[in-house]
């Protein structure tokens, strides 16, 4: 156990808030209001303890939270990492006039068609290497995943 007086609790304390606001604005997004709320109740918990054990800190308490604070902080941060190398991995939108043959295109260019994404794009090239080319564009109706209105959306960017 260590024993602190007053002072040294509170300039913990300060540090401590610093220290975590800054990781937290580093963090930003949702997790940052997680973060808020868990770091509330550590600090409840912490004021609790040392009104109750007259300036008694346990430190192995507050190691432990902490670790376990930047251990979830840095698994929200490879989720997030991931989610942003996934959406990158699409080639970007199509430009207004732009057209793609659909005959001849591969499951990266597919995915640049508006409301297509690589599951549907694999089907669209499945069918194509099972039924042959398309030779019109009602002809994508008979993809599972494609109707009316999807049609409508990528129609304009297709060749044949």
Known sequence: MIYLNNQQRN?????????????????AGRQYQAMALDLKGLLDGYKHS?????????????????????????????????AKSNRAQRAGKLKEFEKININNAGINEIVRLPGIGPVLAERIIAYRDSAGPFSEAEDLLKVKGIGEKKLAKIEPHLEF
Not at 57 to 81: E, F, I, P
Request: proline share 0%.
């Open 11 to 27: 300039t913990l304390f300060a540090i401590v808030v610093i220290v975590l606001g800054i990781l937290a604005v580093k963090l």
């Open 50 to 82: 040392s009104s109750a054990q007259s300036d008694k800190v346990d430190t192995a308490v507050l190691s432990s939270s902490w670790a376990a604070d930047t251990a979830n902080m840095h698994q929200a941060g490879k989720r997030k990492s991931k």
